[in-house]
């Protein structure tokens, strides 16, 4: 139950036997990659207790300010969820009162006057009643009491019933235009989307420079779906080296990759290695590494690059990949 922020430091102080149960930076890290809730965030509507001395998985309720002037109630765990929904990529995102007025309204369906007609009776009105006094009767039957009969005989019969596959949810849609490959297999796919940002045409370009790799694919076949397709679509492919390789960033307003949206990269991940792929994430923005190969960077500089080749050469062996080098 999350509780006020000066109650809830007041129980870490005595549980933890100390003035200060969270030094000034312990959480720093964790933080880092939220820029905007670090600009959200006020000490002074908060007990004065800075944002990197709260873990993220606190139960408590501290006070933000979004950029518009909105100040409201969330815990740690709701502001890091927030950006949760792929359409929304906008500020107001992170501030439910700028969310709220952002979405389009319906506007409401107009009242009929006059007097409401009676719905007339049926087999659908009747059918709730038969099957709660069915259930009553068998009951009866069973602990060997006489009971009377379930409906009488003039009452309208209960709806045939249905039949156990007619009754099972529907299975979630998937794609049908991904091509029967084996998995693991890259191909060209027409479901792929653009590449979302220049940069990563400028990786796609470093590499066509740099090493030997069949150019155009853009998909990889997986085992099992991700989301509604049987494919991933990696920012860069090197099938040679079966290799995929992803930038990320926080994006414009902080929203990308971080949050719900990093539960679906370590869920790419985990396909694409299950499809027998290795994944290499360029992280800028302070992003934390998901993987064993992952590059922290500040930007997609030279120097970044160059230590992707050398990560290649970590992945699948200095042999192998200076046998693709250009130069």
Known sequence: MPEPIRQWWSRRQV??????PYPVG????????????????????????????????????LCWQCDVGHVFVATPAEQRSRPGRERERRRSSWCPDCLEGARPRTPAMPMREGPVAEAPAGPRAVAPAVRRAGGAAGAAAASGASAAPARPASAAPAPARRSRQAARPAASTVCSKTPALPAGEPFASVCAPSPASAVEGELRAFLLERLEFTAGLN??????PFFDHLEAWPDVILPE???AVE????????LEHV???EEA??????????AGWEVVRIR????????PHDLQVGSLSKKALEALVDELRVIRGALIVDAYLLR
């Open 15 to 20: 549980s933890r036997g100390a003035e200060v």
């Open 219 to 224: 998909a990889i076949r997986l085992a099992r």
């Open 265 to 274: 990269d370590r869920r790419k991940d985990r396909a694409l290695r299950g």
């Open 26 to 61: 312990s959480y720093r890290d964790a933080w880092q990659s939220f820029p905007m809730l670090v600009r959200q965030y006020h000490p002074e509507f908060n007990d004065g207790i800075v944002l990197s001395q709260i873990p993220p998985a606190a139960d408590v309720f």
């Open 284 to 291: 800028t923005g302070r992003l934390p590494a998901l993987g």
């Open 241 to 243: 080296l079966r290799v």
């Open 247 to 254: 930038y990320d960033s926080t994006g414009r307003f902080g």
């Open 259 to 261: 949050g719900r949206r």
